[in-house]
């Protein structure tokens, strides 16, 4: 009996962790969902739909169901391709579809009729546009991180340049970089990677990770959902870069010095002032097609 009662409770724990590992995978991924339909607006039962990633080429497959439509969930955000295949019909090819955090992405597919080995290619796909979530936010992607300047290379800097966050109250001690739709500072939550990266005492971050770790963060400001909650100002979500099948690196120096600066009204001459910020990355893949 109490074997039964240990073993009971050791299926109930490993069932609340892995449900917690769901949720906490949902807050950094994306999803992508369309309809199939051929040229006169019927749905298509049955139709292969192949996921790439133009990173890594892993793929992930599914049909579409008895209404035409199709769902993949939890997509590593990133850039990727859509093919859609069905017999008496051409295949389409879909490339550049660009998913980011936390979004719900649609791409809705018109099958021509022809051989499947007939392929049509759509390489400029229209931007993402997220009608499942009233969420609001915006993500600082990639290219933001690595070409606008960041004092002390820090990220969360670029947030200052969304709608309804701004710099906190000058007393303000918490540390964190910035307020959100009117709340306090203290009222953040950071996430990283999908999990908890708050520090409970302050109620500020925990690790900054470094610019050339992050693949993109996104600051959802109002009506959130419920799977975030706990706090009432604001989501900040990073998520780091995942591995490519390419080998890469680069070097960067930040620079600043008095060259360029003005004299103070009341000094005789300009303070003298020199910073160098230097550093490199390199990575690539350990084994290819795998991440």
Partial sequence: MRQTLSLRRGVLLLALILACSAVARGQDTASLRGTITDQSGGVIVGAKVIL????????????????????????????????????????????NIVLELNQNGRVDVALKLGESSQTVEVTA????????????????????????????????????????????DPDDSSGNPFSVSGQRSESLTFLLDGANNTDFLGNNIVVSPNPDAVEEFKILTNNYDAEYGRTSGGIV???????????????????????????????ADRSSFKRNVFGATTGGPIKKDKT
Wanted: hydrophobic residues 35%; charged residues 15%.
């Fill in 52 to 95: 790439t990633n133009s990173n890594t080429n892993i793929s992930r497959t599914t049909t579409s169901g008895n209404d035409g439509g199709y769902l993949f969930t939890s997509v590593i955000v990133g850039t990727y391709s859509l093919t859609v295949s069905h017999a008496s019909f051409q295949t389409s090819v879909q490339t």
């Fill in 237 to 267: 979500n990073q998520i780091t870069k995942s591995g490519t099948n390419q080998f890469h690196g680069d070097a960067f120096e930040f620079i600043r010095n008095d060259a360029l600066n003005a004299r103070d009204f009341f000094a």
């Fill in 125 to 168: 796909v229209v931007a993402q546009v997220d009608t499942a979530s009233a969420g609001l936010g915006k993500v600082e992607d990639e290219r933001a991180i690595r070409d606008l300047p960041l004092l002390d290379r820090d990220t969360l800097q670029l947030g200052l340049l969304q709608a309804g966050v701004f710099a906190p």
